[in-house]
Nanobody, 127 residues
Framework: QVQLVESGGGLVQAGGSLRLSCAAS????????MGWFRQAPGKEREFVAG????????NYADSVKGRFTISRDNAKNTVYLQMNRLKPEDTAVYYC????????????????????WGQGTQVTVSS
């Protein structure tokens, strides 16, 4: 079992930056691939960024490529999402997710692939 707690959300003006954190507890964090998803009001939860357990492979949604960066610190059991040049359309609840895996370079992008989810943190970007 893995427990995930997101933090770092808030209100920011368009063009600004935020860094989300996801602290994990429970089983060995370093053996989990991690992902960030988001859900805007009235929309489906969508993939934002994913990271292999090794940290060597990443994947991003086209809408955030070049603006967002996912990273992890296994010593701190934490995964981060650095969000730069934020846009109003980035407004959503952001969720952290974990997937147990033996594939050290595998990145997961589908919701159903993830085993554990955090409670979410709100990000609001004003125009």
């Amino acid at each position: 079992q893995v427990q995930l707690v997101e933090s770092g959300g808030g209100l920011v003006q368009a063009g600004g930056s935020l860094r989300l954190s996801c602290a994990a507890s429970g089983r060995t964090f370093s053996s989990y691939a991690m992902g960030w998803f988001r859900q805007a009001p009235g929309k489906e939860r969508e993939f934002v960024a994913g990271l292999s357990w090794s940290g060597g492979s990443t994947n991003y949604a086209d809408s955030v490529k070049g603006r967002f960066t996912i990273s992890r610190d296994n010593a701190k059991n934490t995964v981060y999402l650095q969000m730069n040049r934020l846009k109003p359309e980035d407004t959503a609840v952001y969720y952290c997710a974990a997937k147990g895996t033996t594939g050290w370079r595998v990145v997961y992008t589908a919701r159903y692939e993830y085993d554990y989810w955090g409670q979410g943190t709100q990000v609001t970007v004003s125009s």
